[in-house]
């Protein structure tokens, strides 16, 4: 799996990679969570296009450009991208807005636990899935 953090607080991204995991290497490759980072909006659409993660966490507020300008540019080139909106602004009118640009889920940085839950459900679904596949598949 591949998440690629989009903060300019280089704490914020460390925290977030410690909390998610690190770059594990167990037994199932499919447990193994690749990271990457920028630290400012304007490069996350040069840095999602190249590794073409299956998270992306963004933060709203940076200096080049803010979070939704660039989920805005993401979504429009892949709309199926799983964003999640990774901030300190609990408002009304900016999760109402990540839910127009079509961002999957809005977490306040005082909770990044939710987190593990979000990627670990997802990772788990795809899986599920992958398996199902396998067996649905398979010749009689």
Not at 97 to 105: L, N, P, Q, R, T
């Amino acid at each position: 799996m591949k998440i690629l953090i989009v903060d300019d607080s280089v704490r914020i991204r460390k925290l977030i990679i410690t909390l998610l995991g690190g770059k594990q290497h167990p037994v199932c490759k499919e447990n193994v969570i690749e990271f990457f980072e920028c630290e400012d909006g304007s490069n996350a659409l040069s840095h999602y296009k190249a590794i073409l993660p299956d998270w992306v966490l963004m933060d709203i507020s940076m200096k080049n450009m803010n979070g939704f300008d660039a989920a805005t540019q993401i979504k429009q080139e892949y709309p199926k991208a799983n964003i999640i909106i990774v901030t300190n602004y609990d408002e009304p009118r900016l999760r109402h807005k990540a839910k127009e640009i079509g961002i999957k889920h809005y977490v306040l940085k005082e909770n990044l636990p939710v987190l593990q839950n979000i990627i670990t459900a997802k990772k788990n679904r795809t899986i599920l899935e992958s398996k199902t596949k396998r067996v649905h598949h398979t010749p009689s």
